[in-house]
């Protein structure tokens, strides 16, 4: 057991100052927007306004992923949303989501702008739309559905709750970390088991359920993030780690992946993406020697 602290909360609680931690800055207690600020809109049917986080990366991938299997109609031009410097805040994003976080998608082929937000509520709206990568027969539908609303229920414990004590907190709180930690692993253990017995999510067919799982547990197996692989023995989910490899081979996926990343390698970001030729031409490094 850890000594209990010393903290006695007020009665009332009062916005007074930044929390610490990583995101101290731009955690706000009320919604809306802080500043006037219209979004570009460019040339393709679809508007992605996003940052390369495991749920922004989840767009991006589904939509690289429709445009591998021919749907034209998936063109999409993908600005950036800077979190940390509080682009989520401005009034064009706000009116796109009122949540104010990314990943938020404006489709502009309906009869009047259909706004979506919300990875999840993204993912089916796409697949939906261009009925893909989401069985039809409605057994197999159910169970795609129920591992994709598993993933939206989920991960904040992996992130918001693992991810913050182990990774982003100003000082390591043991009690946080014991709790988010069971849950992590009871959760990765949870995907070990479901994938011992299936190649992806709903059986064989790559779908919507991959799509929306793989950033963020993935992510966690091949220690892409929190750096915690390690700590979380990683190596012990074989099942699930044999399909976070498979994935991770995708060539969809490899480029997903690359649009709106602001970190890492330069030739594996490409800040916006407006045409399929950005990946080989606009990537951060070729911007970089351009000058
Ligand atoms: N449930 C939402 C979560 C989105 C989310 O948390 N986005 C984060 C980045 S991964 C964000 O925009 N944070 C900005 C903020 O909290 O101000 C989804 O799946 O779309």
Redesign the pocket.
């Given at each position: 057991m850890t000594k209990s602290s010393s903290y006695t909360p007020p009665r009332v609680w009062k916005w007074e100052a930044e929390n610490g931690g990583a995101?101290a800055s731009?955690?706000r207690p009320i919604a809306g927007p802080t500043h006037d600020k219209a979004l570009p809109v460019g040339k393709h049917p679809l508007q992605l306004y996003s940052?390369a986080?495991?749920?922004?990366v989840?767009v991006t991938i589904m939509l690289e992923e429709l445009l591998e299997l021919g749907f034209t109609g998936a063109e999409y031009d993908a600005w950036l949303?800077r979190?940390n410097d509080g682009d989520?805040?401005g009034s064009g994003f706000v009116a796109v989501n009122p949540?104010?976080?990314?990943?938020a998608l404006m489709d502009h082929s309906t009869a009047t702008p259909t706004r979506v937000?919300?990875?999840?509520a993204?993912l089916l709206y796409l697949a939906e739309k261009f009925g893909a990568l989401l069985p039809a027969d409605p057994a197999h539908r159910a169970e795609c559905l129920s591992w994709l609303f598993w993933q939206?229920g989920s991960?904040?414990y992996l992130?918001g709750g693992f991810g913050h004590f182990y990774n982003y907190a100003p000082e390591k709180f043991e009690y946080a970390i014991n709790r988010f930690t069971m849950e992590a692993k009871r959760q990765l253990d949870v995907l070990d088991r479901h994938l011992a017995d299936n190649r992806y999510m709903c059986g064989d067919e790559y779908t919507i359920a991959d799509i929306a799982i793989w950033p963020w547990y993935g992510g966690a197996l091949l220690n892409r993030q929190y750096d915690a692989a390690e700590f979380l023995d990683a190596g012990s989910y074989t099942h699930a780690m044999r399909w976070a490899k498979d994935i991770d081979g995708r060539e969809t996926v490899r480029r997903g992946r690359m649009v709106n990343r602001v970190r890492g390698e330069l030739n594996e970001q490409l800040h916006e993406r407006h045409d399929a030729s950005d990946f080989t031409t606009k990537t951060q490094d070729k911007v970089a020697a351009a000058g």
């Open positions: 995101f731009i955690n940052l986080t495991p749920n922004g989840k949303i979190i989520q805040f949540n104010s976080k990314i990943p937000f919300e990875s999840g993204i939206m991960a904040p992130g």
